[in-house]
């Protein structure tokens, strides 16, 4: 059973770019989550989604940033326009149900994105 | 809102020694998880711990959820080199299900 697949796994922008960050959860998953994650830091939660659904968006910003996750194909975190301190690795992470609810979030191995 | 703070920040562990890192919420969690994530990787479930006082264990580590489900360890007993890696606490409260919030880690070196 393949994990979380995330691509590109490095992703290189100029400033005023968009960046197109793509996830594909474990098969049987319906529950998709998105972190950013600085060097040395925790990962910090974006956006939590189901097929067609956005549950919890509070941890995106309100501009330039939006992610989706359609009934077909992988879930999209998208970012216009992008600044330097958009650099970041971003995580994906996929569950069953509801992660709360006993089932672990299975991670991909994120994409690194440089802002030139 | 709510913030999960871990320390250390930093462990830096004898081969053979044990080690403890702890988790605290502002506010009381419906359950909490602990990752691991590896320099360059990424973050691998442990465990997850829901009620109030519960201790689980995986070999040489010991999971504790506080009584009042505000705090966490983790103890990890005869540190082996692979042990390095962060390792991150992720707590998530009942007015926001499915979104957890991580702690900073604790990052661990080992010296053999």
């Known amino acids: 059973n393949a994990g979380v697949m995330q691509n590109p796994r490095h992703l290189v922008r100029r400033r005023g770019q968009e960046a197109r960050l793509r996830c594909s959860p474990m098969k049987g998953h319906s529950h998709v989550y998105w972190y950013r994650q600085l060097p040395e830091e925790g990962l910090k939660f974006m956006v939590y989604?189901?097929?067609?659904?956005?549950?919890?968006e509070s941890g995106m910003p309100k501009e330039r940033f939006s992610a989706e996750f359609p009934k077909e194909g992988p879930s999209i975190l998208r970012i216009q326009q992008v600044v330097r301190g958009d650099s970041a690795a971003y995580f994906c992470a996929s569950s069953p149900v509801t992660a709360g609810l006993g089932q672990p979030q299975h991670f991909g191995d994120g994409t690194r994105l440089s802002i030139l | 809102g709510q913030q999960v703070m871990q320390i250390p920040q930093y462990q830096h562990v004898q081969e053979g020694e044990d080690f403890t890192t702890y988790c605290n919420s502002s506010?009381?969690?419906?359950?909490i998880q602990w990752y691991k994530q590896r320099p360059g990787g990424h973050p691998v479930f442990l465990i997850q711990?829901?009620?109030?006082?519960e201790v689980k264990k995986q070999k040489r580590l010991t999971f504790q959820f506080g009584e009042a489900k505000k705090n966490s360890s983790l103890h990890i007993t005869a540190t082996q080199t692979t042990d390095v890696g962060t390792y991150f606490c992720a707590g998530m409260t009942t007015d926001s299900w499915g979104k957890f919030q991580f702690g900073a880690g604790t990052q661990v070196v080992v010296t053999p």
């Open positions: 711990l829901v009620k109030s006082g």
């Open positions: 506010t009381t969690l419906s359950n």
């Open positions: 989604l189901q097929k067609e659904n956005i549950i919890d």
